[in-house]
């Protein structure tokens, strides 16, 4: 079955950079479109943050972490990493790693619905 781990969650200073990692298993990697997102504490809905193409031809960003954070992935390794730098305490949130089994092409071609989702990886960002 699909099976999707994040790491690499933490507690950081504002300015400072975290590194998250998805490390994804029980299905063909290389084939569909990943994501990340976020749930602030408090907050009921998860929100979009990035998202890549099977082959990392697209990525599309929140608007708000643009410049900021840079989606990856590793079609070897079955990974897909975020990269998070200069980081703000707006930023705290559990960070999840979604993948979308049914974009099997650039993400303006085919509207991601992401349905599959990991259990979460906390990051906590101080003044």
């Known amino acids: 079955q699909v099976q999707l781990v994040e790491s690499g969650g933490g507690f950081v200073q504002a300015g400072g950079s975290l590194r998250l990692s998805c490390a994804a298993s029980g299905y063909t990697f290389n084939k569909y479109a990943m994501g990340w997102f976020r749930r602030a504490l408090g907050q009921q809905d998860r929100e979009f943050v990035a998202?890549?193409?099977?082959?990392?031809?697209?990525?599309f960003y929140q608007e708000s972490v643009k410049g900021r954070f840079t989606i990856s992935r590793d079609n070897v390794k079955n990974m897909v990493v975020l990269q998070m730098d200069d980081l703000s305490p707006m930023d705290s949130a559990d960070y999840y790693c979604?993948?979308?089994?049914?974009?099997?092409?650039?993400?303006?071609?085919?509207?991601?619905?992401?349905?599959?989702w990991g259990q979460g990886t906390l990051v906590t960002v101080s003044e």
């Open positions: 998202a890549i193409s099977y082959d990392s031809g697209t990525a």
């Open positions: 979604a993948a979308d089994l049914r974009c099997t092409s650039q993400l303006s071609d085919c509207d991601p619905q992401f349905e599959y």
